[in-house]
C-alpha cells in the first residue's frame, strides 16, 4: 500500500455575462438533473489536443451532509507512456482510435454555503479547465431543459475562497522549501527600511547594475523533507513585503511551506491566500482511486472532522465577507 496526498481547493461558483456581470450560480439544479438523467447528452468536450469528460458513473448525493459530487476527466492520446517490466525491453502502449488515458478531478459542491471544492491532480484538468467543462455542460443542460441561452451567454467562473488566516499560518511553519519574490520597480522599495538582509542585497546589487524589475528565487530542493530556509530570514522577507504592499508598492511573494515534516506543502501567494486541505489516501499499488472513496475520506479526514472542521471554517470566511 501506497500512501497518497489529496489537495483540495475551495472556490465560489460564478456565471459572468457578455457585458462581465458576475452573478453567484446555484449549482445545485444542475447537480439534480445530472444525477437524474444519467447519460442524456454527451459530457465530452474538446480542450485543444485533449478532451474534458465527464464520468458520469461517479456522480452521487450524500442526503445526510447534504453534499454532491461528480467527477471530470481529463482524456489525452498524445505522449503515452510505455509500459516495462524489471530488466525485460518496453513495450509500447497501443490505444484504439476511441481510447484515452484518463486522469481525473473529484468536484464537491456544498450547497448550504454555495461553494464549490476541487481535487486538485497534476495531471487532471487545471482550474480554468475545469470552469470550461462546466460551462459547457451546464449549456448542455440549459438546452435539455429548454432554456437554451441564446441572447446572452454565461460561462462559469470560479473565485477562489481567501483564507485570511493564512499568512499567519505561515508565519508559524516550521518548514520553509522555496520562496519567489517579484517587484517591477526596485527604486520604489530602496527608501525603506527592510529588516530582511536577503531582500536589502538584492535592491542594493539592482542599484549598482542599473536594473529595474526583480525576481527572486531560493529553494532546498533535492534536500531532504525536513530541512528548511532560515526561519527568521523567511520571516523578516514576509514583514517586509506586506509592509511594501501597504505602501502600495507592486510587489508579490510566493512561500512554499510545511508546519513539520509530518504536514502536507502548502503554496501560499501573501495576496491572494487561497483556502485548501489535503487529505491521505492508502492505495493498493497498480489501481486507481474510486471518486467515493475519495469522498468519503474528504468527508472523514478533513470536512467534517473534530479538529480541522473545514467546513466550521469555510462559514466563518464567507460571514465575514
Request: hydrophobic share 35%; net charge negative; charged share 30%.
Amino acid at each position: 500500500m501506497a500512501r497518497q496526498q489529496i489537495r483540495f481547493n475551495y472556490f465560489e461558483p460564478k456565471l459572468v455575462a457578455d457585458n462581465r456581470l458576475e452573478y453567484q450560480w446555484d449549482m445545485k439544479p444542475f447537480l439534480e438533473y445530472i444525477l437524474a438523467n444519467k447519460k442524456s447528452f454527451s459530457g465530452a468536450f474538446v480542450l485543444g489536443d485533449e478532451i474534458s469528460d465527464l464520468e458520469w458513473d461517479s456522480c452521487g448525493y450524500d442526503e445526510k451532509n447534504d453534499l454532491y459530487y461528480i467527477q471530470l476527466s481529463r482524456l489525452r492520446s498524445k505522449n503515452i507512456p510505455s509500459r516495462k517490466k524489471l530488466n525485460q525491453e518496453k513495450e509500447s502502449l497501443h490505444l484504439s482510435d476511441d481510447e484515452f488515458l484518463g486522469e481525473f478531478n473529484l468536484l464537491i459542491f456544498d450547497p448550504r454555503h454555495n461553494v464549490l471544492i476541487t481535487q486538485g491532480n497534476s495531471f487532471g484538468l487545471t482550474t480554468k479547465q475545469i470552469a470550461m467543462s462546466l460551462s459547457n455542460l451546464r449549456l448542455k443542460y440549459k438546452e435539455k431543459i429548454g432554456e437554451a441561452e441564446k441572447d446572452e451567454l454565461f460561462v462559469v467562473s470560479l473565485r477562489p475562497i481567501i483564507d485570511s488566516n493564512a499568512i499567519s499560518s505561515v508565519k508559524n511553519n516550521d518548514i520553509y522549501r522555496k520562496i519567489v519574490i517579484k517587484g517591477s520597480d526596485y527604486r520604489e522599495i530602496e527608501n525603506n527600511s527592510l529588516n530582511s538582509e536577503t531582500l536589502s542585497s538584492t535592491i542594493r546589487a539592482l542599484n549598482e547594475i542599473n536594473g529595474v524589475n526583480f525576481e527572486i528565487t531560493v529553494t532546498m530542493s533535492n534536500t531532504p523533507k525536513g530541512e528548511s530556509l532560515s526561519q527568521n530570514e523567511v520571516r523578516s522577507m514576509i514583514e517586509d513585503v506586506l509592509k511594501l504592499r501597504d505602501s502600495k508598492m507592486d510587489v508579490s511573494m510566493n512561500v512554499t511551506s510545511r508546519k513539520n515534516e509530518e504536514y502536507a506543502l502548502e503554496n501560499t501567494d501573501l495576496f491572494i491566500p487561497k483556502l485548501t486541505s489535503t487529505i491521505v489516501i492508502n492505495v493498493k499499488n497498480r489501481s486507481t482511486i474510486g471518486a467515493e472513496a475519495i469522498f468519503q475520506n474528504f468527508k472523514e479526514q478533513n470536512y467534517y472532522d473534530q479538529e480541522k472542521y473545514i467546513q466550521y471554517t469555510l462559514g466563518k470566511i464567507i460571514s465575514q465577507n
